[in-house]
Nanobody, 124 residues
């Protein structure tokens, strides 16, 4: 069993930056792909970004491309989401997910493990 714990959420002004972290433990997950999803009130959970565990492949939603960067530190078993130029529409609960098949896709059902989420609120 893999456990994922997100941290780093909070309140930030529009145009500001925030870095989310997701720490993984409890399994042989070094080969897993990792992703970030988010869910705003009244909306479906949506894909944000994904990375192969090696970091050689990344995938971004068009809405965040150029503003967000996914990265990882395999020694720390941690994946990050650096969020710059934040907008009010980025406000959501952000979830970390792990993909045992390393598909690194945008579909929720491709991921095997999920964290509990961390709230990001961007004020206008």
């Amino acid at each position: 069993q893999v456990q994922l714990v997100e941290s780093g959420g909070g309140l930030v002004q529009a145009g500001g930056s925030l870095r989310l972290s997701c720490a993984a433990s409890g399994g042989t997950f070094s080969s897993y792909g990792m992703a970030w999803f988010r869910q705003a009130p009244g909306k479906e959970r949506e894909f944000v970004a994904a990375s192969s565990w090696s970091g050689s492949y990344t995938n971004y939603a068009d809405s965040v491309k150029g503003r967000f960067t996914i990265s990882r530190d395999n020694a720390k078993k941690t994946v990050y989401l650096q969020m710059n130029s934040l907008k009010p529409e980025d406000t959501a609960v952000y979830y970390c997910a792990a993909d045992s098949h390393n598909y690194i896709g945008s579909r929720i059902d491709e991921y095997d493990y999920w964290g509990q989420g961390t709230q990001v609120t961007v004020s206008s």
